[in-house]
């Protein structure tokens, strides 16, 4: 298997790569959106297979974008090649078009695969390279060879049934996407995968576990027979069907619907409660197992921010950053002092290379110090005192799907340990309760071919035409009208396009050079900083403590490796020591994880390394338009420190 990495920074995904392509922050959804243009209209290598019968790619689209339909709330239509006439999608025995336009009730259409086809055109290799600084003949190549690797048209055998077998795979982690408009990237992503067929296939790309256990869960489908996710995954996102009113909620959901992740509103709103005119403003904040100090944007701004919450509780394993500003810090456990069932996520933590869906336990190796417990056996504690727990426990018996005679009484009290017995032994029978769990540690089951590869045998299709965001924009609009604010829409497009973040056009001097972030292997987020046999590790690791600069950049600005420098953005700037390397793209500077603790509580990590976040601003013209993820694209100016 060939890996290619593209990637601002030589990474360790890079250093094991057969080829590293570094390209400028920002501007991977042009690369992306070049090698679809390659692909289907230079060299003609899609599946089409795959787009006519898996995707939405024949729906027939209007000039106004939206789908024709049958009726006004009836089935899309396609263009069918045997009848030479508009027929419902779902309509069996068809020959389905990709191409060409067509009349149909006096409108002109076409199908949404050649609206994608002309809408890519104008990402030429010749157009993108001076954007992303990869050769022309780079992104063709690669293209060629991405193509050429998903063997458009194989089959493979597992137990008995022929699958699709497209042994090639594009992905996405928050480098790429951690952009304004890096919606369009992700998505930009995914129909490069769908252009070739290699989605939920052997060889393909896989994201979420599409289908649980024995169909514990399956894909919804929409009127116009388009994938929704089960409520056991994207935290029951709805991309189809918003909510057209004033928000009330801090993360303002109405105004992003098709989000499922809208924190960075929870902090614009607290730093100016009249920016939306909320009628309220949060008087208690708890936070569990996050450090919103280290993983947030500025920490100046992010404390100025937490100083307006009256009552801050915090439950800590040291005493962070956040601890230092809280009115209570409650001892949490450590992961070695826990008992917790299923640390695993069943939808999204599970690889299908195991074969196996698999239920375990964690199992405490010492007992926990001092007053330290689990953060969860405190909310009960808290809710039992308030007088809800009883609604706790019913939420719990849908949740956990606690079958009779086990579910939870909301007249009772249980430990844990004795809710935990009752879960089990609902899912899988009398004999594997906690006593089972703890002797054997875990239960596992094989997984059929349809629950690893769902793609060929789900009904609902896949979508390369993003139609829903036409819904999205309107309702976005009405939403925005009520509230008396003119709102950006721009970025709801039925198809993916690169548009530059704030920093690409941001290159006034001494603000030359991009800051981006990433990460070290051995580390997870701030989570593992304060362990010394990990620091140990960094210490000796020679990119994960220092700021990473080009080796002619440097020398261009004076800079030899081992001095220490300032790198400043519009937001704050750090300190710390450089290292030359041609591991890194010439206009970008590297700082690798969730560094340069500050906290008295944390001694082992306390001033090793750099902190990225402290160089982040938070803006509404800052965030992403449809994901409010926060753009972590910033430009930098870096001098010797004196």
Not at 321 to 337: C, G, I, M, N, W
Not at 434 to 446: A, E, L
Request: charged residues 25%; glycine residues 8%.
């Amino acid at each position: 298997m060939r890996v290619v990495v593209v990637d601002p920074v030589g990474t360790n995904a890079a250093a094991k790569a057969d080829e590293w392509v570094p390209i400028r922050p920002g501007t991977d959804g042009a690369f992306i959106l070049s090698l679809i243009n390659v692909l289907v209209n230079e060299m003609g290598c899609y599946d089409r297979e795959f787009l006519r019968y898996r995707t939405n790619a024949a729906y027939l689209v209007g000039e106004d974008g939206s789908y024709l339909k049958e009726g006004p709330n009836g089935k899309p239509l396609i263009w069918d090649q045997k009848s030479e006439g508009a027929v419902p999608f779902d309509q069996g025995e068809v020959d389905p078009a990709l191409e060409g336009s067509f009349e149909v009730g006096g409108e002109k259409c076409q199908p949404a695969f050649q609206a994608l086809r002309e809408h890519v055109k104008r990402y030429t290799p010749e157009r993108v390279a001076p954007i992303t600084t990869i050769s022309a003949d780079t992104i063709r190549r690669i293209a060629k060879e991405f193509g050429e690797a998903a063997r458009i048209g194989s089959t493979i055998v597992i137990d008995g049934k022929v699958l699709p077998y497209r042994p090639v795979a594009v992905n996405i982690y928050r480098g790429a996407g951690a952009h304004k408009h890096g919606t369009h990237t992700a998505l930009s992503v995914q129909t490069l995968n769908m252009v070739v067929g290699a989605y939920y296939v052997p060889g393909g790309h896989r994201g979420v576990n599409l289908v649980g256990p024995s169909g514990r869960w399956m894909p919804g489908q929409t009127v116009e027979g388009l994938i929704t996710p089960p409520s056991a995954i994207g935290r029951a996102a709805r991309y189809y069907d918003f909510e057209e009113r004033k928000p009330e909620g801090m993360e303002l959901h109405e105004l992003f619907p098709i989000s499922t992740n809208r924190s960075p509103m929870n902090q614009l709103n607290l730093q100016d409660p009249k920016m939306f005119g909320l009628p309220y403003s949060p008087e208690v904040l708890i936070v569990c197992r996050r450090n919103l100090m280290m993983n947030n944007v500025n920490p100046e701004i992010t404390a100025e921010v937490l100083k307006k919450i009256p009552f801050i509780a915090t439950f800590s394993i040291h005493l962070d950053e956040v601890a230092e500003l809280a009115d209570l810090v409650l001892p949490e456990a450590h992961s070695l002092e826990r008992l917790d069932f299923f640390p695993n996520v069943l939808t999204h933590t599970m690889s299908p290379a195991t074969g196996y869906f698999y239920w375990g336990l964690r199992q405490p190796v010492v007992e926990p110090v001092g007053q330290a417990r689990r953060w969860i056996d405190v909310l009960f504690e808290i809710a039992d005192r308030m007088g809800f727990l009883g609604d706790v426990y019913e939420l719990l018996n849908v949740k956990w799907e606690i079958k009779d005679p086990y579910k939870l009484d909301p007249s009772q009290r249980y430990t844990m340990e004795e809710m935990y017995d009752r879960w089990t032994k609902s899912l899988f029978g009398p004999e594997r309760g906690i006593d089972w769990f703890k002797k054997n540690g875990y239960h596992k089951v094989p997984r059929s071919v349809e629950e690893k590869y769902p793609g060929p045998f789900i009904r609902p299709r896949f979508p390369v035409y993003f139609e829903n965001m036409l819904r999205a924009k309107k309702s976005v609009a009405k939403v925005a009208s009520q509230m008396g604010r003119e709102w950006d829409t721009g970025d709801y497009q039925v198809l993916p396009e690169w548009k530059p973040c704030p920093a690409y056009n941001d290159s006034t001097p001494p603000y030359d050079l991009y800051v981006v972030n990433f990460k070290i292997p051995f580390h997870s987020l701030s989570i593992t900083t304060q362990n010394p046999w990990l620091n140990d590790l960094a210490e000796h690791n020679p990119y994960a403590y220092k700021i990473l600069i080009n080796t002619e950049t440097g020398e261009r600005k004076g800079i030899k490796d081992g001095d220490e420098i300032w790198v400043e953005s519009v937001a704050g700037k750090v300190k710390g020591e450089a290292k030359l390397t041609e591991c890194i793209h010439p206009e970008v500077v590297g700082i690798a994880g969730v560094f340069g603790s500050w906290a008295k509580g944390k001694p082992i990590a306390k001033g090793k390394g750099v902190h990225f976040n402290t160089l982040l601003p938070i803006s509404l013209e800052r965030i992403d338009p449809v994901s409010t993820g926060v753009d972590s694209c910033i430009r930098v100016k870096v001098s010797r420190a004196a």
